[in-house]
């Protein structure tokens, strides 16, 4: 499930099932999406990237969708393991803004063996 | 290869301690930053440096000074910190500013 406010939004998925996290970004202008992978402890890993001008990527096990008419992004990790329970970053390059990136909120991916 | 190193992975310092951070990498990335992450909420973004030179700084203290020695390295100069300052210092690098951003490990800074 998921919970709102104070704490980081939460997904607890059961190995082997699918999971997808989502994440709504902020202005329109923004060309340019990465999702990250942060395990406790370390700092946040690349996972995919996407451009504007696409609105599907795919990866090993993961996939980036991109509807830029409500500004939503996902990332479907496929047959999830153990090992990918993390907190998930979506960030969002602005156009013209010199390689700032801003950083959602994230989600706790937790998956149960 | 897409590795960035960052020392010392901890720090503690007083509040009237100078230290430095340091971050390292050799992949030919023309573009590093600085960014500083608090427990539970995503990193937020200090500095910029592209081709050596510091093409943006988000508003930091001055306490905080960041230099670009060469194209590989990239350090972080502090001086009376604050308690409030205590947090993960992140280094990324990418071979430009629009494209993807790595990161190292961070160093854990805590101010006593």
């Known amino acids: 499930g998921e919970s709102v406010g104070l704490h980081l939004p939460t997904l607890s ?12 970004y902020s202005n329109s202008a ?3 999406f990465i999702w990250y992978k942060q395990e406790s402890g370390k700092g946040p890993q690349f996972i995919i990237d996407i451009r504007s001008n696409m609105d599907k990527r795919q990866g090993q096990r993961v996939t980036v969708l991109l509807n830029k008419t409500v500004k939503h992004l996902s990332l479907q990790i496929a047959a999830t393991q153990p090992g990918d329970s993390a907190v998930y970053f979506c960030a969002e390059k602005l156009d013209n803004q010199g390689g700032k990136l801003i950083f959602g909120q994230g989600t706790e991916l937790s998956v149960k063996p | 290869d897409t590795e960035v190193t960052q020392t010392p992975k901890h720090l503690v310092m007083g509040m009237t301690n100078k230290k430095s951070l340091k971050c390292e990498q050799h ?4 573009a590093m930053y600085w960014y ?3 427990a539970k909420k995503p990193p937020e973004l200090m500095f910029v440096y592209s081709y050596e030179k510091l093409s943006i700084n988000e508003s930091v203290p001055s306490r905080f000074s960041p ?7 990239l350090n972080l100069h502090l001086h009376a910190l604050q308690p409030e300052d205590s947090a993960l210092y992140l280094c990324a690098s990418s071979r430009a500013l629009v494209r993807e951003q790595y990161f190292g490990p961070g160093t854990r800074l805590t101010v006593t």
């Open chain 2, 27 to 30: 992949m030919g990335h023309r």
């Open chain 1, 30 to 32: 923004s060309d340019y």
């Open chain 2, 36 to 38: 500083k992450q608090k």
């Open chain 2, 67 to 73: 230099e670009c020695p060469n194209s590989s390295l």
């Open chain 1, 13 to 24: 998925v059961q190995e082997g099932d699918n999971s997808i996290i989502n994440c709504a």
